[in-house]
C-alpha cells in the first residue's frame, strides 16, 4: 500500500490532525522531517487512499499543510 507524508508545522497542529482524522476514521501517523529547509517541522503519514479525505478534513479545520510530498 502507497503512503503519502504531509507537513503540516509544529507538533501541536501534527496531533490535532491526527486526532481530527481519526474521528473521521482515517488512520494517520505523526512524523518528524527533519531535512526540510525551515528546520524540524512535523506532518502526518496516511494511505494514499485517503489522501483526498485528509485534505478535506484538514481544510474544514483550518489546519494548513505545508508541502505535500509523495514518498513513504
Do not use: Q, W
Request: hydrophobic share 40%.
Amino acid at each position: 500500500m502507497e503512503n503519502r507524508r504531509i507537513l503540516v508545522g509544529s507538533i501541536s497542529y501534527a496531533i490535532k490532525a491526527k486526532r481530527l482524522l481519526a474521528k473521521k476514521g482515517i488512520l494517520a501517523g505523526i512524523v518528524k522531517e527533519t531535512d526540510h529547509t525551515e528546520g524540524c517541522s512535523y506532518g502526518l503519514s496516511f494511505a494514499e487512499k485517503d489522501a483526498y479525505r485528509v485534505y478535506t478534513v484538514l481544510a474544514d479545520a483550518g489546519i494548513r499543510i505545508k508541502t505535500r510530498e509523495d514518498r513513504p
